[in-house]
């Protein structure tokens, strides 16, 4: 569909990617500026959704609640269950791409191929092709903004012989639902969250033969998804502020989670041994000594159970831990030189979360040059990168978790003074992004995530690059508000911009006064409880002479 822009590209936002990033931007984008329409969302798909788009393998669910993994201006009081599947999440962001009249916006099957900041003119130059019919186009844009996402391009393994299988292959990333496994004999290589959530259903079929090649195992938790019922939804729909309990108690629960096994460490052993028990009398005898884990809680991303450890007793499905050597036109050999024929390969492998997968060039370097100069990726608060003017991130560095929802909706403060034309660019100084950074890694330093690889570092031995070092809570404090002197302002009348900054000042001042004020007269009046004189001499004073008998006995 072709974007329907009828403003001058000098305000014009470029979004990059229609996912849950993406659209969330385009709704901010509505909400907050009302009547703004100059606005292009690029996505190379031919659909919304992103990674709930992609990912279509069977049992692909939410492991966090739904009533908190959607955004708190749209909730939706009829989820089938607590977590949702992959087709509920994805109907719901089409939902609401329809809901806020986005789809106009949005042009499908275009892939950005390079963008870069033109210094004399303050504005963005982007590139982009046509997937469909491969022509190239070139356009402006005031504001670029990256959704491009963290779960979006698949890893595959570094094994010898990957090209050589001649059989059907695929990532559950991308995974080909025309492929029937009946009566196929089946590789899954890798087990982690995919995976476990893919086999217990693949492997209901007693004529699909499956060997799943692990590397390393999980710490599994107990399952928690279920199925709401007729009257939980009736409840979210009609009783007053449930389903904002529900999305509260979820966030609570999150940050729980954040204290008790990221922050501190003194509730591991009761966990650990919570989870072994867990795997002990869930999984086979067999494979207990494989399936427990050695490294520490917390380190990789833990698992609630989706019936993978009860599907381990099935005939059809066995786990092999040998390591794969090398893969070979009809199947597998292992490091013990076993050889395995199969019909299937199937990765679940991950996906490439620390490098940048498109050419952003801005005053100096580019992105990834400049990710790469830093030791893997490096952005100020995961949002916007020194000698980058008037681009930001949506999920980037450091901002996903282990423990909560990774939807957050910010509000475009750096945005609105450029489409004022207070400002024509803003550009985070190198100072401020490194004393984040290294306040970040300070304390990720301490931190459970460098107890082991995973995918939450570079090169997985690397620095940690995706992991935020807090609770949720602490990330909303650090993003409720703009600390301007970390931006060099670019263009715009210095007197008058000061002034800005000062007015939004006194209103940040009135708003904590008020805050305080309220506060205050509330312990007061907790401490102060009338007796039953003190208000029958109330009322009659104030009913004889007026409320003004109060204040003038």
Not at 11 to 27: E, N
Not at 67 to 84: A, E, I, N, Q, R
Not at 323 to 351: A, H, P, Q
């Amino acid at each position: 569909m072709t974007p329907n822009n009828k403003t001058t590209d000098s305000h014009r936002i470029v979004i990059i990617g229609a996912g849950i990033g993406g659209v969330s931007m385009g709704v901010a984008l509505r909400r907050q500026i009302p009547g703004f329409n100059n606005f292009t969302i690029y996505e190379k798909a031919g659909d919304v959704g992103g990674t709930w788009r992609d990912n279509m393998y069977p049992g692909c669910s939410s492991d966090v609640g739904m009533h908190f993994y959607s955004l708190s201006t749209d909730p939706k009081p009829d989820w089938d269950y607590t977590h949702g599947s992959q087709a509920q999440i994805q109907a719901y962001w089409k939902d609401l791409t329809h809901k806020y009249r986005l789809d106009s916006h949005i042009s499908f099957y275009t892939l950005v191929v390079s963008t870069e900041w033109n210094p004399e003119a303050e504005i963005w130059h982007i590139i982009t092709q046509d997937l469909i019919t491969g022509a190239q186009a070139e356009s402006t844009a005031k504001i670029l903004i990256s959704a491009h996402g963290i779960l979006e391009i698949p890893r595959y393994p570094d094994i010898s012989g990957l090209e050589s299988f001649k059989r059907v292959k695929f990532h559950t990333g991308r995974y080909d639902n025309s492929v029937s496994l009946h009566g196929k004999r089946v590789a899954v290589i890798g087990n982690g969250a995919s995976a476990t959530q893919m086999v217990p259903i693949i492997s209901e079929d007693p004529t699909v033969k499956i060997i799943e090649f692990c590397r390393t195992p999980n710490w599994f938790l107990p399952p928690i998804r279920s199925k709401y019922s007729s009257l939980m939804k009736w409840m979210f729909k009609y009783v007053p502020f449930y389903m904002k309990l529900t999305r509260f108690r979820l966030f609570l629960g999150g940050e729980f989670m954040y204290f008790s096994i990221f922050g501190t460490r003194f509730m591991h052993p009761m966990i650990e041994k919570s989870g072994i028990r867990y795997i002990r009398t869930t999984g086979p005898q067999e494979y207990h000594d494989a399936l427990i884990p050695s490294y520490k809680l917390g380190c990789r991303r833990m698992i609630f159970d989706t019936d993978y450890l009860a599907a381990l007793h099935r005939p059809n499905l066995t786990l092999n831990w040998n390591g794969i050597d090398r893969i070979v036109e009809d199947g597998i050999i292992t490091k013990t030189g076993e050889k395995f024929v199969f019909d299937v390969l199937i990765f679940s492998t991950g996906y490439i979360a620390d490098d940048f997968p498109f050419r952003v060039k801005g005053l100096d370097t580019t992105v990834k040059d400049y990710y790469d100069a830093s030791g893997g990726p490096k952005a100020y608060l995961g949002t916007t990168i020194p000698g980058f003017p008037n681009f930001y991130l949506v999920s980037g560095p450091n901002t996903t978790t282990g423990h909560t929802s990774v939807i957050f909706t910010e509000e475009v403060q750096l945005i609105k003074p450029v489409l004022a034309g207070q400002v024509s660019a803003f550009n985070v100084t190198h100072e401020a992004t490194d004393a984040y950074n290294e306040k970040i890694h300070a304390r990720l330093g301490r931190s459970v995530f460098m107890d082991c690889v995973s995918w939450y570092r570079r090169g997985r031995d690397g620095k940690v690059t995706s992991i935020f070092p807090g609770a949720g809570s602490l990330f909303y404090l650090w993003l409720r508000r703009v600390d301007w002197s970390h931006y060099q302002r670019i263009g715009g009348d210095e007197i008058q911009w000061a002034a800005t900054v000062r007015k939004e000042a006194r209103g940040r001042l009135s708003k904590v006064t008020v805050t305080l004020l309220a506060v205050l007269f509330a312990v007061l009046g907790a401490v102060y409880v009338p007796s039953i004189k003190d208000v029958r001499q109330i009322f009659f004073q104030t009913a004889l002479y007026g409320p003004s008998s109060m204040y003038n006995p």
